[in-house]
């Protein structure tokens, strides 16, 4: 089963010109485009394992974009669907917090706690030794 989380792509607009003018400067001088880049400050990945640099290892989930209510400019009003599968673990930030979840059998979608995650990833390092 597929659970959904809705977050909204709060100044979409202002993210996507920053990529527009990364490309451009990128493709003159390889690198130097991404001084002036910054990702989203929202996204969804779903937890692999431990990694040692960044704590868990990842992969993001690419989102689906709504724009049916977003303003003129596109600042507000987007909203990104982020589609998951049941079994997983799933880190999600948004704009306001950062938290772990799981999707049941039923596709409802319940928060778990660090702990969980920590003691579920030691478990899949152990396996793998």
Not at 20 to 45: E, R
């Amino acid at each position: 089963m597929k659970g959904v989380i809705c977050i909204e792509a709060k100044w979409d607009n202002t993210v996507q010109k920053l990529r527009f003018w990364k490309n451009i400067i990128n493709s003159g001088a390889p690198g130097l485009g991404d001084i002036f880049y910054w990702p989203p400050d929202y996204w969804v990945a779903r937890i692999t394992g431990a990694d040692p640099k960044y704590h868990y290892a990842r992969k993001f989930i690419k989102g689906k974009k709504d724009y049916r209510k977003a303003n003129s400019v596109g600042s507000r009003g987007i909203f990104m669907y982020y589609f998951l599968d049941s079994g997983f673990i799933y880190e999600v930030k948004d704009f306001s917090r950062r938290y772990f979840c799981t999707v049941d059998d039923d596709g409802n979608i319940s928060i778990i706690t660090r702990e969980e995650v920590d003691t579920w990833a030691k478990s899949i390092l152990e396996s793998v030794s």
